[in-house]
């Protein structure tokens, strides 16, 4: 039965969001829109996307059910996707007086990497450092493309998290009860 309501749910949701992702597609083809509105439009049909893909995530049941997620490679530019996922949260980081930056030592780096692994790491790390972050703030993501790796750096101005819960970030669904600066 809940897998039956999963599916049912799912389905229910991907109708509206095609009816938003078809006239923002014909909006964006129109050469009327430009700068910031063409940028919000690019904005919300990658976010809506975003959502379509986590819709789509619903469907697989068994997967989540078994707690089973397989690492799906894909060969592609990690800088330039990283550089993606941190230009879809600008708009929010700018809503909230933020400044989100982001820096890599190369321009592109060709790899294989799980895209969608890496976009939710990515935008969990940034949807908290926005939420926790003052007005006047900065955030930078940034990236050193090295030989054996592709480490990822996000640092804020925010209120920071103690040491001793540092090992538990990324526990799923791990939360800080008393927010603390260090």
């Given at each position: 039965?809940?897998?039956?309501?999963?599916?049912?749910?799912?389905?229910?949701?991907?109708?509206?969001l095609?009816?938003?992702?078809?006239?923002?597609?014909?909006?964006?083809?129109?050469?009327?829109?430009?700068?910031?509105?063409?940028?919000?439009?690019?904005?919300?049909?990658?976010?809506?996307?975003q959502?379509?893909?986590?819709?789509?995530?619903?469907l697989?049941?068994?997967k989540?059910?078994?707690?089973?997620?397989?690492?799906?490679?894909?060969?592609?530019d990690?800088?330039?996707?990283?550089?993606?996922?941190?230009?879809?949260?600008?708009?929010?980081a700018?809503?909230?007086?933020?400044?989100?930056?982001?820096?890599a030592?190369?321009?592109?780096?060709?790899?294989v990497f799980?895209?969608?692994?890496?976009?939710?790491i990515?935008?969990?790390?940034l949807?908290?450092?926005?939420?926790?972050?003052?007005?006047d703030?900065?955030?930078?993501?940034?990236?050193?493309?090295?030989?054996?790796?592709l480490p990822?750096?996000v640092?804020?101005?925010?209120?920071?998290?103690?040491?001793?819960?540092?090992?538990?970030?990324?526990?799923?669904?791990?939360?800080v009860?008393?927010?603390?600066?260090?």
């Open positions: 039965m809940k897998a039956r309501f999963f599916d049912n749910i799912t389905h229910e949701f991907r109708t509206p095609s009816l938003i992702i078809a006239p923002i597609d014909t909006m964006l083809q129109d050469d009327q829109h430009q700068g910031s509105t063409r940028r919000s439009l690019l904005t919300i049909r990658r976010n809506a996307h959502l379509l893909h986590l819709i789509n995530q619903l697989d049941l068994a989540l059910e078994s707690d089973n997620m397989p690492v799906v490679e894909s060969q592609g990690a800088v330039a996707f990283l550089a993606q996922v941190v230009d879809s949260f600008q708009a929010f700018e809503q909230k007086g933020l400044t989100l930056m982001f820096t030592n190369k321009l592109e780096q060709e790899t799980d895209t969608d692994k890496w976009r939710k990515l935008a969990n790390l949807s908290n450092a926005i939420k926790f972050t003052g007005q703030g900065h955030i930078s993501v940034s990236c050193n493309v090295g030989q054996t790796g990822v750096t640092a804020n101005t925010g209120i920071g998290i103690t040491r001793e819960h540092l090992p538990h970030i990324f526990d799923r669904f791990s939360q009860d008393r927010l603390v600066t260090e």
